[in-house]
């Protein structure tokens, strides 16, 4: 029932469109954390710059990233000449960055709740112990709040790489012959329909598998004094700050 | 793990699959469209499916006395969705090729349609061959050979918009694939708007769709270029696809073009749709 020739044939076309799939997500989980993290920290004071934020949030969690990747790709096609005035058009002209520019927007939405959530669980107390030491708020925040906001962030923001790794799928709508687009490609030469998404999907699994891995490897270290293994005795959080970062 | 998922895909199809495969003449069928190929098949701003096909369908249902539901899907998942009896027919502009007649069948031909390049009225390619007005036909390859090499050289390093999975795509492929960069979308509007925004130097589709898309006002500074081709990897014009089993379902739409074509219909409602006369010679 299984045709492997076939398979062995695709495979190859399949993974040719790795690379494309792994800039588009690298990029964007990479530049998407760094503005997480900012617009989690910007909503802590204040009032306006919060509901901006919040606004942003809830117009990227609450779209789907398809739109986005549409709007973003065509919408912004209608605005050639404004864009072009300002120099900006020659980036707005590749697909490759407006599907990054979506990309990135709609983890930045996602991320940065996640981050929001994380640092407001780090207890209050461990923030006063800080001031009394003569801890300046930079400090605190680098040595004290992030390190444990960022491990305990940890495993939902796994997740959500992963669900940036399957967003890249959206990229072939705007032109971009990532896994997806070649294996649509694909299905339209041999009409194959099932055996091309099947490779495609084992490509994905794999991929997301390895980042779970990662992801869990790197948990495992951070919790390191968690563990009754006898080498740190299990002693809460608090007592171990200086292993976390 | 493979073959777990095949065996549970296998099954979600086959109870998936709603109308027969009987050989014998069926009472209605539902007719697959892509409507999103104006003026052959498209969606009108109230959400109805309109154009030439659209029209053609409902002549030939009338012909053949059977209930006929028209139904539009996304272009490339067209075949595959016929090949699981999603619908029973394809009518959506789609050539009859070699390629294709591998997994479906096709009725005779009922409309023949070239295609050619839309560029900007100020480039390369607009200015040295705009409303060319030449036919080629590329069963006759030698005889196709110059145009093709004149054209090659006046796009060089140009990006070219075309709809994935069409024998448009299989033409730039075949004859520009080294000089060319090809950029592949789901639809024609949404080359069209790529080609307004200034991302694709060109397009290549069918002639009449470029033609519908050149009449809107935000396209007034392009225009159609080149000669038009057929034949070769276009196949043998547009037919609409049936499953191989569907045999009588395919004599049955064969009568009904038969008459269409023979009473004038077809060509009548291609002057509506297309202004010239898509109706094949033979």
């Given at each position: 029932m299984i045709d492997l020739t076939f398979y062995a044939e695709i495979l190859p076309r399949l993974i040719a469109g790795l690379p494309l799939t792994l800039e588009l997500a690298g990029l964007s989980v990479t530049l998407g954390f760094c503005l997480a993290l900012i617009l989690a920290l910007a909503?802590?004071?204040?009032?306006i710059i919060p509901a901006i934020v919040r606004g942003f949030v809830a117009v990227f969690r609450g779209t789907p990233l398809l739109v986005q990747i549409f709007l973003i790709y065509y919408g912004i096609g209608q605005f050639r000449h404004g864009l072009q005035a300002i120099g900006l058009w020659g980036l707005f002209r590749e697909p490759f960055w407006c599907a990054t520019l979506a990309l990135t927007l709609n983890t930045t939405a996602y991320g940065s709740e996640i981050l929001r959530g994380s640092i407001a669980s780090v207890p209050g107390g461990l923030r006063e112990a800080a001031r009394a030491l003569g801890l300046t708020r930079f400090q605190t925040l680098h040595r004290i709040v992030l390190p444990l906001a960022l491990r305990q962030a940890l495993p939902s923001y796994g997740n959500e790489i992963i669900l940036m790794i399957k967003g890249t799928?959206?990229?072939?709508?705007?032109?971009l012959m990532e896994v997806t687009g070649i294996a649509q490609g694909i299905i339209s030469e041999s009409y194959r329909a099932i055996e091309v998404f099947v490779g495609a999907g084992l490509i994905y699994l794999t991929l997301n598998f390895t980042i779970i891995r990662l992801v869990g490897a790197l948990e495992t270290r951070l919790s390191r004094h968690l563990r009754r293994d006898g080498n740190t005795g299990g002693k809460p959080v608090a007592a171990n700050l200086g292993n976390v970062h | 793990m493979k073959s777990l998922v095949l065996a549970a895909l296998g099954v979600v199809l086959a109870t998936a699959v709603p109308v027969a495969h009987a050989a014998d003449a069926p009472k209605s069928i539902t007719i697959a469209t892509?409507?999103?190929?104006?003026?052959w098949n498209f969606v009108t701003p109230d959400g109805k499916l309109d154009g030439l096909e659209i029209d053609l369908a409902n002549d030939l249902c009338a012909r053949m006395k059977i209930e006929c539901k028209i139904i539009a899907q996304n272009w490339d998942g067209l075949i595959p969705s016929l090949q699981v009896g999603?619908?029973?027919?394809?009518?959506?502009?789609?050539f009859i090729t070699d390629k294709r007649l591998e997994v479906i069948d096709f009725t005779r031909t009922y409309a023949v349609d070239p295609s050619a390049f839309s560029v900007p009225k100020d480039s390369d390619l607009g200015k040295a061959m705009a409303n060319d007005a030449e036919q080629f036909n590329l069963n006759d390859e030698a005889k196709a050979k110059p145009a093709i090499d004149k054209l090659r050289e006046l796009l060089k390093g140009k990006v070219v918009g075309v709809q994935s999975a069409t024998a448009n795509l299989e033409f730039l492929k075949k004859y520009f694939a080294d000089d060319i960069e090809i950029r592949e979308y789901k639809t024609v509007e949404e080359h069209d708007l790529d080609l307004a925004a200034g991302r694709i130097d060109a397009v290549f589709a069918q002639k009449t769709a470029l033609a519908a898309t050149l009449a809107?006002?935000?396209?007034?500074?392009f225009t159609e270029a080149g000669p038009g081709f057929d034949g070769g990897v276009f196949g043998r014009g547009t037919g609409a696809g049936v499953r191989k089993a569907d045999t009588a379902l395919k004599d049955m739409l064969n009568k009904a073009i038969d008459e269409a074509i023979a009473d004038g219909t077809i060509k009548k409602l291609s002057e509506k749709w297309v202004h010239s006369d898509v109706t094949p010679k033979s």
């Open positions: 909503q802590r004071h204040g009032v799928s959206l990229a072939s709508i705007v032109t | 892509e409507g999103a190929y104006a003026p999603k619908f029973d027919v394809i009518m959506a502009s789609m809107k006002p935000e396209f007034a500074d």
